[in-house]
């Protein structure tokens, strides 16, 4: 019967919420964030990759605009982590465009690329989407 | 154009000098273009919609379908809902799809196995609709949003094909059987046209003339062509009209239950609340994201279920009120409809021009810059917060008010009391999560 059909596609798209949002092994999982981390499943995995590539998201400029306060925010991991403190920085969690880049860096580095490759990647996707901070280009 | 009543018509008296004055809502439904324009308008939007879910443009700033979708559609629903009633399942591109199906050859009717378990069916499609809303984040991702939609378009396409009339409309549709349970409470309300004139037959297997259960016209216009006298709508604030037992009985008692679940799920998430619970759950459900949200929505519903079949038992000791249940979840409508406007509002206020950027951009007529987010994704606004506690107070009134009569007339004082402790409670529930700064970032 179709409606039992329905039914079973509906279910299937509980499923479908089970599956897909697990836990990346590559990832730092048993760090100790803080609340705001929690608040969206791009946020948990956003920083869960700050946490586990920080020489990453420090080679890449952000695109979210936050280059108008240039003395906070000077590449991507400062929009994660604090630059003065070091402690995680609240300012990614609300924020989509850092939480794509930073999302975008983990899939590429199961690539196995070099921070340069990852920079011009970044650079090329994210170009004319805000304007980038002042990240110096990294030599490798 | 309308299609004939030729065929479909058991036939017609009216003439040019009887026939009635039409006036307001009642001229749009008797608009000889109605509803195929705004089907053939809908439906192209949403066909824009399913391409860019699949195509995105960009997904960090907003997608155009999500946006559309879930950030202006869905929270201008319940006020739609509130000022014409079903006038949505009307005009839904959706049911535009099963119309069309219609067409297409000679039909069966729905088996009796569908009749009887689809309004239990729609319930369920209710739950499940907003687990997946909560748990695949659907404000934010594309894809899902494109798939959904692509499902409901063959639902309703398909079921047509096969049976009589809008099946999927009547008993599976989620967002049927939403503006459904709350059309009690619209100011718009149809009514049968009285049995001067015959009329068509109704997609929703209602009579146009006596029309016995409201809410279940979905407004689609097959009544009311220039030649039939179909229904009737009367426009005026209403606390809402008592259904009968075969309008509102135990299937849709248990999705006012589930709906008032679903709202206070939906409010937690707006809250730092939901940051707090996900960073205590996790851990228990393997750090997967979405299991933990569906392990917290399907608790946090089940515990709503399980408080009001307690209360509707003791309601039930105290009055033999064989309609306790029912009746109790009846009286919640009221107020789960208030916190389904107070949280659209919180949506408008803060998504709504961020929303009409994104089409902006996506529309490539306007540039785009980006911008920074806010220091504090969750915010106090005096003026919202009070626009909203005004709207949970009305709803709190009308669900007060409702708990007097239940749905079995007067109960004793005992029953009475029970059904307003229970009441109370929820509110005062989600009076607090009102008051805590909800977010802005949708």
Sequence with gaps: ?140 | MKQSAEGAAVGTLKSAATRPARAGMDRLLYWRWYPGTFHLLFFAGLVVLIYFAFNPVRRAEGNLATEVVWKLWWPGLPFILLLGGRIWCGICPFGAAADFAARLGSKSAAPSLLRSWGPWMGALSVFFFGLAFLALGLEENPGATGVILIAMILLAFGMTVLYKGRTFCRYLCPVGMITRVYSFFSWLQPVGGGVRYKAVSCPAGQSPQSLRQPSQCQMCGACTLPDVSGIRTTFGVSGGRLPGVREFGRPEAFLSLLLLGLMAADSVRMTPLFARYQQFALPYFDYNYRLSVIGGVSALVGAVLAVQLLGSWLVWRQSRDSRAFAGMAFSYLPLSLGVFLALALQHLRYGLWPSLETVMAESRLFGWDGHMPPDNVYFTSIPLKSVQFVILGIGLYLSWRLTRSGLGGESSRGGIASRRFMVLAAAAGFGYLFLIPMSGAC
């Design chain 1, 1 to 140: 019967m179709l409606g039992a059909g329905a039914l079973v596609l509906l279910m299937a798209t509980m499923a479908l919420a089970g599956c897909g949002g697990g836990s990346d092994e590559t990832l730092a999982a048993d760090v100790d964030f803080p609340q705001f981390v929690y608040r969206s499943e791009d946020s948990l995995k956003g920083y869960r990759i700050a946490a586990t590539y920080p020489e990453a998201l420090e080679a890449v400029p952000c695109y979210c605009g936050c280059e108008q306060n240039p003395e906070k925010y000077q590449n991507l991991k400062d929009c994660f982590i604090d630059r003065k403190t070091g402690d995680f920085d609240e300012h990614a969690a609300g924020c989509a465009i850092c939480l794509e880049e930073a999302i975008d860096i983990g899939e590429w580095m199961k690539e196995d690329l070099s921070l340069r490759e990852i920079r011009d990647r970044i650079d090329e996707a994210y170009e004319g989407r805000g304007k980038p901070t002042d990240t110096p280009m990294p030599s490798e």
